[in-house]
């Protein structure tokens, strides 16, 4: 059950509502970003200043008008919050054809709200079972880290993941392990916690800058071989917070009571 | 001016209509593919099936369903052609939140119909300018060639064009000329004429592949450098045709011979 509702910016205020122009540049150009966020009962969203901190950089990336971040603001401000999940997409709205945005685009925004599964580590306790993806990540630093409409290679990888696994390991073009399909990715080398650089591509999510911030972690260029020599390797997402990953092709690693600790802080802030 | 029609797989016709679904999956991940025709006055494509053959690669790169190329025939056999012009968007249409497609998606088919420029020889006399861009294209050879709806390099080189350039040239990661940000490329050298490669990103345009039928045309890997000591340069797109690129920067090329004639045979087949 999803309840969709745009922003009409003249009335400033969301409305029920289903569909977007078919000129709208996020469909032709994937002209736009996103946030899937989880919301507690309350309808408030606990990690919602790392959110707002990706739109903010992705804003820029994108070069939106100066404006679009107070009515993002706005927006969220007045959002219904009938939901445990919401997903946020802003597009620069519609725009003549071609590939320059409008001078002053007035921004397409949408706003889902549905009811979040329950955390991975509930539903999926034995934790997740994964392989490498043999769909590489393209390179480009621009858009590194953001989340934007151009989720191609993602829809590619999540195509290709087989039956039983629930998450795949993406590579990019140079053979550095990124990030899963819709996760990003730790690996515990004894009491040290690594994640991949991003600084070339990969979305930098919310769970991950939470993580990051919650305790000592280093960014660092991680080799297939180096993940495989790990301890322990974990996944992070907005929905599905932190999942212990029990295997990766025929390598399988044993929980361990650091990502118990982590999932247990993390499923708090929602309570 | 444009007209807009939805395809109607149930009664098999085109509805006027303007909206698509928030959920489109080609809004919430660019998962679709485009094609911009230039129509003959009588309103057939003598190039459809250059457009087609595109199309179809695209098709079998996402794995789109098997279905959907005799979808998309019956959708261009029943066409509105009261146009010079027309956009056709193909989607994976609708589908629940996730990057995993539906089992059996029903596509959703736009077709924009509007009124084309003159040719780019006719409005632009003189030839393009243009500089390299700074944008780099990133390297996917697995969505190389297609024409999906993942544009977002396109519109920051646009973007980014500096006013009385009319095109910039794109290289990639590897420093590679590829493609301008809305035509492809060609470089001649004597009588020889050379277009990049495009097996890690560009998309293959089909006055390009025209081109490469119509005459003899390498394709090589060409560096900014073998660009700026080729004799002339022209460019090519579904809608300006063929265009002399007067200048890259501050070098500027000649127009010849071979370009106007071949303007001349494209123009032709739409008369």
């Known amino acids: 059950m999803t309840n969709t509702y745009l922003w009409n910016p003249a009335a400033r205020r969301w409305q029920t509502g289903n569909s977007v122009k078919s000129d709208d540049r996020g469909l032709s150009y994937g002209d736009g970003l996103f946030e899937t966020l989880r919301l507690k009962p309350d309808g408030t969203c606990p990690l919602w200043h790392w959110h707002r901190q990706r739109l903010v950089q992705g804003l820029v990336a994108l070069d939106f008008p ?57 539903r999926c306790p034995e934790g997740f079972d994964c392989q490498f993806s043999d769909i590489r990540l393209s390179q480009q630093p621009l858009l590194a880290g953001i989340k934007h409409l151009n989720r191609l290679e993602q829809v590619l990888c999540r195509q290709r993941m087989p039956d ?17 399909c819709m996760s990003n990715i730790f690996l515990m080398e004894g009491q040290k916690i690594i994640t991949p650089d991003l600084s070339r591509c990969g979305v930098n999510g919310v769970i991950r800058r939470w993580l990051i911030n919650q305790t000592s972690v280093t960014e660092a260029s991680v080799s297939a ?45 929602f309570v």
């Open 225 to 269: 071989e180096r993940l495989l020599k790990s301890d322990a390797v974990l996944m992070t997402n907005s929905l599905n917070g932190v999942i212990h990953v029990r295997s990766v092709g025929s390598r399988r690693y044993d929980h361990n009571p650091e990502i118990r600790e982590l999932q247990r802080s993390l499923q708090e802030l």
């Open 66 to 122: 100066i404006n679009a971040l107070a009515l993002i603001d706005e927006a969220i401000e007045q959002a219904p919050r009938q939901g445990t999940a919401a997903k946020l997409v802003i597009t620069r709205g519609t725009g003549p054809r071609g590939y320059l945005p409008p001078a002053e685009p007035q921004l397409t925004v949408i706003w889902q709200l549905f009811t979040a599964p329950d955390w991975a580590h509930n």
């Open 164 to 180: 039983g696994h629930q998450e795949a390991i993406m590579l990019d073009q140079d053979d550095w392990v990124i990030e899963g």
